[in-house]
């Protein structure tokens, strides 16, 4: 079965840090795009960061130079590493697979809720 | 960043019935290969997001026939040929040509 297991999150204080995992299983993270999507309660989907097959990486702007995604080919897994959190992060964050170019995201992971709180 | 706009934001529907959703970007969403990077996504309540709609029009894997997409340039609807309770939850349109990716403010589909 196809599918993006999540670990990670919780509670961390401001200014801490926090590290969510995406396993895959069922297919080979290689060949896509993936990408991490959060989600404030209450409120829209607002995308955070991908990395392409070869290792490349984006950003959205709020997060730029305080997180940091990789992927583990070996492990089938990717991560987000989140330093300098602010009350701001607090999110569920989900874990989505894309086709390359980004787009089509047809798996996702169950998502993770962040809080960020002292 | 492009602005992802959706109308309504709030969407009653009655069950057999048909509905329609806009989403509009401050840019066209063309790219040089052809393809309007304009995907669809449904988020039931609860919830992780589902794709529905990639490409502007391409229906995704397992999804029902009664969701179409369309549109071109700047302007794109979701259509329900005739609306199933268990599509309540709230509908997103997404723009891929570019990073930052970004979201529609979604509309919540609601049965009268």
């Known amino acids: 079965e196809v599918q993006l297991v999540q670990r990670g999150g919780g509670l961390v204080q401001p200014g801490g840090s926090l590290r969510l995992s995406c396993a895959a299983s069922?297919?080979?993270?290689?060949?896509?795009?993936m990408q991490w999507v959060r989600q404030a309660p209450g409120k829209g989907l607002v995308w955070v960061s991908r990395i392409d097959n070869e290792g490349r990486t984006k950003y959205a702007d709020s997060v730029k130079g305080r997180f940091t995604i990789s992927r583990d080919n070996a492990k089938n897994t990717f991560y987000l590493q989140m330093y300098s959190l602010r009350a701001e992060d607090a999110a569920v964050y989900y874990c989505a697979r894309g086709a390359p170019g980004s787009y089509k995201f047809d798996q996702w992971g169950q998502g993770t809720l962040v809080t960020v709180s002292s | 960043d492009i602005v992802m706009t959706q109308s309504p934001l709030s969407l009653p529907v009655t069950p057999g019935e048909p509905a329609s959703i806009s989403c509009r970007s401050s840019?066209?969403?063309?790219?040089?290969?052809?393809?309007?990077?304009l995907d669809w996504y449904l988020q039931k309540p609860g919830q992780s997001p589902q794709l529905l709609i990639y490409?502007?029009?391409n229906r995704a894997s397992g999804v029902p026939d009664r969701f179409s997409g369309s549109g071109s340039g700047t302007d794109f609807t979701l259509k329900i040929s005739r609306v199933e309770s268990e599509d309540v939850g709230v509908f997103y349109c997404?723009?891929?040509?570019?990073?930052?990716?970004?979201f529609g403010g979604g509309t919540r589909v609601a049965i009268k």
């Open positions: 490409l502007g029009s």
């Open positions: 069922g297919f080979i993270l290689d060949y896509y795009w």
């Open positions: 997404m723009q891929a040509l570019e990073t930052p990716l970004t």
């Open positions: 840019q066209s969403l063309l790219h040089s290969n052809g393809n309007h990077y």
